[in-house]
Every structure is written in structure tokens, then in C-alpha cells.
């Protein structure tokens, strides 16, 4: 007998018709899980991700929720960026408690530019107790070039492939030299701000936030790298994440979207473990 069921659930953000999927436990915890989907892919995920960890979870007992956003998957409108969303996460929060009404509290889940919707907008609404950030998009072309620089020249530098190609003539040397030229440059470049960069912004969301955080990262991501650089090279962003009520987790070997079933199950334990704490 199945400890849970899946039912479609319909709702209105302004003059779109959004769908959704809800997994709902027979016996439902107060805590419920929303799934922002990053863009652009709908609420099934990379290699299902979203649609094993939202079975997985109400297997033990938590109900979840995931959704396509405006202009994503089934849902109607104008696409989205991530960052302007807001709107669609209170309506998928209201569609959520309405469906499942055992539901008391909502923890945002999100991976890459869906984490950092959740940093954007969850400080905003109160029925949000708990985000679950996965390998955060913290990308601005200095962060990139940077991580390029530090990640993945040097990582090139000490494979057997690259020394192979060197030796039998078969390395590009100008493409190569170029864009390590381009990533230098931007790096040392100044840009003038017109607003405040992505990552500012998410700081600026998390100090406002006062519920719970777990942050998991991928070590084999590019992304992942970019916002633990982000977080090393600055004191704020230790001290938040340094405070009370955060917990973080890394994967050493996994790559961006978890592709490995031992990946996905070790991130979706996790999830479990830390939604079952008070």
C-alpha cells in the first residue's frame, strides 16, 4: 500500500493558469516543502531529481509540493527570470497549504538560480520557516571568470589528458591563450554598478531571513565553486552563514544536478534528516 499519493493542483498567478504536482503523505507533517524549479526545465527535474526527492520525502511523511512557474513547462504567461517571481512563489505557497491542509509551515527548496529566488523572495512571507539552498547561483561575469581561473585552468594543468594533447601537438594554444587572456581581463576589469549584484542581493534577502538554512554544494560544480568563493572572500558571508540555525553539506565528487542515484539519495536524506529537526 502506498504511504502516499500525487494529485495535480491548478492555481492563478494574475491572468496565467499554473500547474503543479503534490505529493501528499497519508500521515502529513506540519512542515511542508515547496520545489522552485531553476529555469529553464520544469517540475520533473534533471534526471527526474525533483520528482524522486518529492516521492522520497513523502515517503516519510512530508508533503511536497513542485510547480512550473510562469512561462515554464505546462504553466501559461510570459516566462520568468528568477528573479522575478515573487509573485508565483506566494501563489504556489497558497495553492500548497490549500491542497494539503495539514501544512503549517513551508521550506523553500531550490538548485542554482531557484536557490537564489528562494534568498530573493522567501524573507518576504512568513508562512516560510526553512530554505534548502542547493549549489546557489551567486554568477556575475567577474565570479565567473574568477572560479575559471582558480578551478578549472589548474585542475586542466594536472590532467594526464592535457599533457597528452601538449605532447602529440594537438593543443590549441591560441584558443586556450585567448581565453585565459578574456578571464584575466575580466577579472581585473572595474565595472561601473547601475544596481546591486546578484550576490549583494541574496545576502540582503538571507540577513532578513530568520528561519533555518541548509546549504548543500556540489564539489565538482562550477556553480557550487563560485558561491564558496563567494563566501570565503567575505567576512559577511561568514558570519551569516556562521550564525545559528545554519547547516551546510557538501558532495565532494557530485556534479551540478546530482546525476548519480547515490548522489541524489545522500542529498534527499539529508533534506529528510534536516526537515525532521525542530
Known sequence: MSTYQENVVTFRCHDASLYGIVSRPVACSERGVLVIVGGPQYRVGAHRQFTLLARALATNGIPVMRFDYRGMGDSDGET???????????????????????????????????????????????????????????????????????????????????????????????????????????????????????????????????????????????????????????????QLLDREGVERRRLPDADHTFSRQAWRDQVALWCQQWLAQR
Open 80 to 238: 520568468q527570470g528568477f528573479n522575478d517571481i515573487q509573485d508565483d512563489l506566494r501563489a504556489a505557497v497558497d495553492a500548497f497549504m490549500q491542497a494539503v491542509p495539514a501544512v503549517r509551515e513551508v521550506v523553500l527548496w531550490g538548485l542554482c538560480d531557484a536557490a537564489s529566488a528562494a534568498c530573493l523572495h522567501g524573507p518576504g512571507d512568513k508562512r516560510i520557516t526553512g530554505m534548502i539552498l542547493i549549489n546557489p547561483w551567486v554568477r556575475t561575469e567577474t565570479s565567473q571568470a574568477r572560479a575559471y581561473l582558480k578551478h578549472y585552468y589548474l585542475r586542466r594543468f594536472v590532467t594526464g589528458a592535457f599533457w597528452r594533447k601538449v605532447v602529440t601537438g594537438k593543443f590549441g594554444y591560441r584558443s586556450a591563450l585567448e581565453s585565459l587572456g578574456a578571464n584575466l581581463a575580466k577579472v581585473m576589469e572595474r565595472q561601473p554598478q547601475k544596481s546591486k549584484p546578484l550576490p549583494e542581493l541574496m545576502y540582503d534577502g538571507l540577513a532578513r531571513f530568520g528561519g533555518r538554512l541548509l546549504i548543500i554544494t556540489s564539489g565538482s560544480d562550477l556553480t557550487a565553486q563560485e558561491f564558496e568563493d563567494t563566501v570565503s572572500a567575505s567576512s559577511a558571508w561568514q
